[in-house]
């Protein structure tokens, strides 16, 4: 019911800067909060960013507080997720999600629709 594309991953260097996208479509008026997560292999889904649409306040891991922002389009259900000082222990594959939740959601079980990811890399 919903779908969600996300895109602006790549290849940077230590300290540099990304934005990835997401694009929510279909049902998004069962989206209440979307965030960012990110996996490696053999490692749990870890959670990175998230944003209450309605309010449009974001909310951060503390591995990436300062310098990472998220932002987002409650009109056209777009999610950002501006990356700065990019280190090497980034380098993950970021998925897009959008939940229902009401409030503050760090679990990827709180989100009921993923994007395919987009992978990050950031050389040292």
């Known amino acids: 019911q919903v779908q969600l594309v996300e895109s602006g991953g790549g290849l940077v260097q230590d300290g540099g800067s990304l934005r990835l996208s997401c694009a929510a479509s279909g049902r998004t008026n069962s989206v209440f909060a979307m965030g960012w997560f990110r996996q490696i292999p053999g490692k749990d889904r870890e959670f990175v960013a998230g944003i209450w649409l309605s309010s449009g306040r974001g909310y951060y891991a503390d591995s990436v507080k300062g310098r990472f922002t998220i932002s987002g389009d409650n009109v056209g259900h777009t999610v950002y997720l501006q990356m700065n000082s990019l280190k090497p222990e980034d380098t993950s594959l970021y998925f897009c999600?959008?939940?229902?939740?009401?409030?503050?959601?760090?679990?990827?079980?709180?989100?009921?629709?993923w994007g395919q990811g987009t992978q990050v890399t950031v050389s040292s």
């Open positions: 999600a959008a939940g229902n939740y009401y409030g503050d959601a760090k679990s990827p079980h709180q989100f009921q629709h």
